[in-house]
């Protein structure tokens, strides 16, 4: 009888000492997974969106292009910047009412929906590009021909 219950307390005794090998074994783990740093994503893809333009314009007449950003994520210090180059006819480009932009220069956009205002200069066809693009590279382009 004194040697089933010794046999018992054994028993008992190494599995209990298991479950602590087990249990300090997860608090390692789990101590050492553990990263002090919270990674924020900063770097959100977007999409650059352009209502419908006329498809002819009058010299001397603005053309309004309203732009919107729509962003995948938010990341509050996110800037945006544009630029354009225009390799057929002869007119300007500008933030609404601002000073016209010049060809391959980055300029701030000013918020997530925001007007270009096209002035044309000549008759023959226009064409141009824009670019908007973060500090992060991604970047979205957009082409524009008018007759």
């Given at each position: ?101 010049k060809p391959n220069k980055l300029y701030k956009v000013p ?37």
């Amino acid at each position: 009888m004194k040697y089933f219950f010794s046999q018992q307390l054994l028993k008992g005794g190494v599995i209990k000492k298991q479950r602590l090998y087990v249990m300090f074994l997860f608090i390692c783990l789990a101590i050492v997974s553990c990263s002090r740093e919270l990674e924020v994503q900063t770097n959100f893809p977007f999409e650059l969106e352009i209502m419908p333009v006329p498809s002819s314009v009058i010299p001397g007449e603005i053309v309004e292009i309203p732009c919107h950003i729509k962003r995948e994520g938010f990341y509050q210090d996110t800037r945006y910047s544009i630029r354009y180059f225009q390799y057929e006819g002869l007119g300007s480009l500008m933030l609404q009412e601002d000073k016209p932009f010049k060809p391959n220069k980055l300029y701030k956009v000013p918020a997530d929906s925001f007007k270009l205002h096209y002035r044309p200069k000549s008759k023959e066809g226009h064409k141009f590009q824009i670019w908007v693009a973060d500090q992060f590279g991604n970047e979205r382009t957009a082409e524009f021909d008018f007759n």
